[in-house]
Protein backbone atom coordinates (compact mmCIF):
# COMPACT_ATOMS: atom_id res chain seq x y z
CA UNK A 1 0.00 0.00 0.00
CA UNK A 2 1.15 3.40 -0.77
CA UNK A 3 1.73 6.39 1.36
CA UNK A 4 1.07 9.21 -1.27
CA UNK A 5 -2.93 9.83 -1.65
CA UNK A 6 -4.67 11.86 -4.71
CA UNK A 7 -8.05 13.19 -4.67
CA UNK A 8 -9.05 16.35 -6.95
CA UNK A 9 -11.56 18.90 -5.78
CA UNK A 10 -13.81 21.59 -7.10
CA UNK A 11 -15.90 24.59 -6.25
CA UNK A 12 -16.72 27.31 -8.76
CA UNK A 13 -14.62 27.46 -11.80
CA UNK A 14 -11.67 26.07 -9.28
CA UNK A 15 -10.21 22.80 -9.50
CA UNK A 16 -7.44 21.52 -7.21
CA UNK A 17 -5.47 18.59 -7.47
CA UNK A 18 -4.32 17.11 -4.19
CA UNK A 19 -1.29 14.86 -3.07
CA UNK A 20 -1.06 14.18 0.49
CA UNK A 21 1.65 12.38 2.46
CA UNK A 22 2.22 11.37 6.16
CA UNK A 23 4.76 14.13 7.16
CA UNK A 24 5.26 17.15 8.95
CA UNK A 25 2.37 19.35 7.92
CA UNK A 26 3.95 21.40 5.30
CA UNK A 27 1.65 22.87 3.04
CA UNK A 28 2.82 23.74 -0.62
CA UNK A 29 0.14 25.02 -3.44
CA UNK A 30 1.44 25.63 -7.05
CA UNK A 31 5.08 25.46 -5.69
CA UNK A 32 4.65 28.14 -3.50
CA UNK A 33 4.28 28.62 0.40
CA UNK A 34 0.78 27.79 1.77
CA UNK A 35 0.67 31.16 3.39
CA UNK A 36 1.99 33.18 0.55
CA UNK A 37 -0.45 31.67 -1.77
CA UNK A 38 -3.08 32.32 0.46
CA UNK A 39 -2.44 35.31 2.47
CA UNK A 40 -5.72 35.88 3.57
CA UNK A 41 -6.45 34.36 7.11
CA UNK A 42 -10.23 33.07 6.62
CA UNK A 43 -9.20 31.38 3.62
CA UNK A 44 -6.19 29.04 5.28
CA UNK A 45 -8.84 28.57 8.26
CA UNK A 46 -11.18 27.14 5.52
CA UNK A 47 -8.57 25.01 3.98
CA UNK A 48 -7.10 23.67 7.06
CA UNK A 49 -10.82 23.01 8.50
CA UNK A 50 -10.56 18.85 7.53
CA UNK A 51 -7.48 18.68 9.75
CA UNK A 52 -8.96 20.40 12.38
CA UNK A 53 -11.52 18.68 12.77
CA UNK A 54 -9.77 15.46 12.81
CA UNK A 55 -7.19 16.95 14.93
CA UNK A 56 -4.37 16.05 12.52
CA UNK A 57 -3.00 19.14 12.18
CA UNK A 58 0.37 18.82 11.42
CA UNK A 59 0.57 15.35 10.51
CA UNK A 60 0.51 15.74 6.52
CA UNK A 61 2.26 17.42 3.97
CA UNK A 62 0.30 18.74 1.28
CA UNK A 63 0.90 19.81 -2.07
CA UNK A 64 -1.52 20.82 -4.06
CA UNK A 65 -2.03 22.47 -7.89
CA UNK A 66 -4.85 24.92 -8.15
CA UNK A 67 -6.33 26.27 -11.74
CA UNK A 68 -9.12 28.78 -12.53
CA UNK A 69 -11.40 30.53 -10.57
CA UNK A 70 -10.47 33.26 -8.10
CA UNK A 71 -9.06 32.79 -4.08
CA UNK A 72 -12.23 31.58 -2.36
CA UNK A 73 -13.42 29.15 -4.88
CA UNK A 74 -9.49 28.28 -5.18
CA UNK A 75 -9.62 27.82 -1.34
CA UNK A 76 -13.52 25.74 -1.14
CA UNK A 77 -11.51 23.48 -3.85
CA UNK A 78 -8.64 22.61 -1.81
CA UNK A 79 -10.41 21.75 1.06
CA UNK A 80 -13.01 19.59 -0.79
CA UNK A 81 -9.76 17.73 -2.68
CA UNK A 82 -8.08 17.72 1.11
CA UNK A 83 -11.31 16.03 2.44
CA UNK A 84 -11.68 13.73 -0.31
CA UNK A 85 -7.89 12.29 -0.15
CA UNK A 86 -8.18 12.07 3.73
CA UNK A 87 -10.64 9.76 3.29
CA UNK A 88 -9.22 8.11 0.40
CA UNK A 89 -5.90 7.72 3.12
CA UNK A 90 -7.97 5.95 6.35
CA UNK A 91 -11.79 5.30 5.30
CA UNK A 92 -12.95 5.75 9.06
CA UNK A 93 -12.04 9.28 8.74
CA UNK A 94 -15.10 9.24 6.12
CA UNK A 95 -17.83 9.56 9.00
CA UNK A 96 -16.23 12.46 10.68
CA UNK A 97 -15.83 14.75 7.76
CA UNK A 98 -19.32 13.65 6.48
CA UNK A 99 -20.85 15.18 9.63
CA UNK A 100 -18.97 18.16 9.79
CA UNK A 101 -20.23 18.63 5.75
CA UNK A 102 -17.01 18.73 4.06
CA UNK A 103 -17.10 15.96 1.86
CA UNK A 104 -20.40 17.48 -0.14
CA UNK A 105 -19.56 19.14 -3.22
CA UNK A 106 -20.72 22.94 -3.08
CA UNK A 107 -22.76 23.09 -6.29
CA UNK A 108 -23.47 26.86 -6.60
CA UNK A 109 -22.23 28.44 -9.58
CA UNK A 110 -22.69 32.45 -10.84
CA UNK A 111 -25.47 33.01 -12.54
CA UNK A 112 -25.80 33.75 -15.80
CA UNK A 113 -26.02 37.09 -16.58
CA UNK A 114 -29.39 37.67 -18.74
CA UNK A 115 -29.94 39.67 -22.15
CA UNK A 116 -31.70 43.12 -22.06
CA UNK A 117 -30.91 43.48 -17.91
CA UNK A 118 -27.70 44.64 -16.52
CA UNK A 119 -27.27 41.75 -14.67
CA UNK A 120 -28.49 38.15 -13.73
CA UNK A 121 -31.23 39.29 -11.62
CA UNK A 122 -31.09 42.59 -11.39
CA UNK A 123 -33.48 45.11 -13.28
CA UNK A 124 -33.60 48.44 -14.77
CA UNK A 125 -35.46 50.67 -12.61
CA UNK A 126 -39.35 50.74 -13.03
CA UNK A 127 -40.50 54.07 -14.36
CA UNK A 128 -44.93 54.70 -14.45
CA UNK A 129 -44.44 58.05 -16.38
Given at each position: M????????????AVARVWLTPGTGQIKVNGR???AYF?????????????DVL???GEYDIVATIRGGGPSGQAGALRYGLSRALVTSDEEFR???RRAGLLTRDAREV????YGQPGARKR??????
Open positions: SNRFYATGRRKEEFAPAETHRMIIQQPLSKLKVLERKKFQFSKR
